[in-house]
């Protein structure tokens, strides 16, 4: 006997045009990866843009909008996976709302990876050939904030691709 094992069941890819407002309760489709981690994230209603709801991240399991930041670095991610249709696919275009009022060191970032790789908690994920970093470090911006990516989607025609938030708080520290 061993136990007990955490593992994750594979998704249910979303259809593209793939729409989230995170007013649809539970996990909104999305898979979280906070292990121990102290900040984890939360769907909820502490914060939204939304009508009711948003994804952001909690040391109180949602409870509230704030997190813990006099702790050694800490990494967790949520990720969906989206099918890109079959045809002629050129570009991917990727509009989010997001705020941050961390402090320095404190910033989201958006990855687009395969779907074989699944991040890991208090690990940040790296740059290679096979991953991509959308947009900046999203950080310092107490205000709700539109970003629109257009993305080089040559040769992702029918295929699946996972799209990671990943937050990394003390990164300097």
């Given at each position: 006997w061993v136990g007990p094992v955490s593992f994750n069941t594979p998704q249910?890819?979303?259809?593209?045009d793939y729409?989230?407002?995170?007013?649809?309760?539970?996990?909104?489709?999305?898979t979280f990866v906070d292990g121990g981690q102290t900040n984890k994230w939360a769907v909820g209603s502490a914060t939204s843009k939304s009508p009711a709801?948003?994804?952001?991240?909690?040391?109180d399991n949602g409870v509230t909008?704030?997190?813990?930041?006099?702790?050694?670095?800490?990494?967790?991610?949520?990720?969906?996976?989206?099918?890109?249709?079959?045809?002629?696919?050129n570009e991917v275009l990727l509009q989010f709302d997001w705020k941050s009022v961390g402090e320095w060191g404190d910033y989201l970032q958006i990855w687009?990876?395969?779907?074989?790789?699944t991040p890991q908690p208090g690990q940040m994920i790296q740059e290679a050939d096979d991953r991509l970093q959308i947009g900046e470090n999203f950080m310092d911006?107490?205000?709700?904030?539109?970003?629109?990516?257009?993305i080089d989607g040559t040769g992702w025609a029918d295929t699946v691709k996972r799209i990671v938030f990943q937050w990394t708080n003390d990164e300097w520290q």
């Open positions: 249910v890819p979303a259809d593209m729409t989230q407002n995170f007013d649809g309760g539970g996990l909104s489709g999305f709801n948003s994804l952001y991240i909690s040391n909008y704030t997190y813990t930041n006099s702790e050694a670095r800490s990494t967790v991610h949520a990720y969906r996976d989206v099918k890109i249709p079959a045809g002629s696919i687009i990876v395969p779907v074989t790789y911006n107490p205000d709700w904030k539109n970003s629109i990516n257009v």
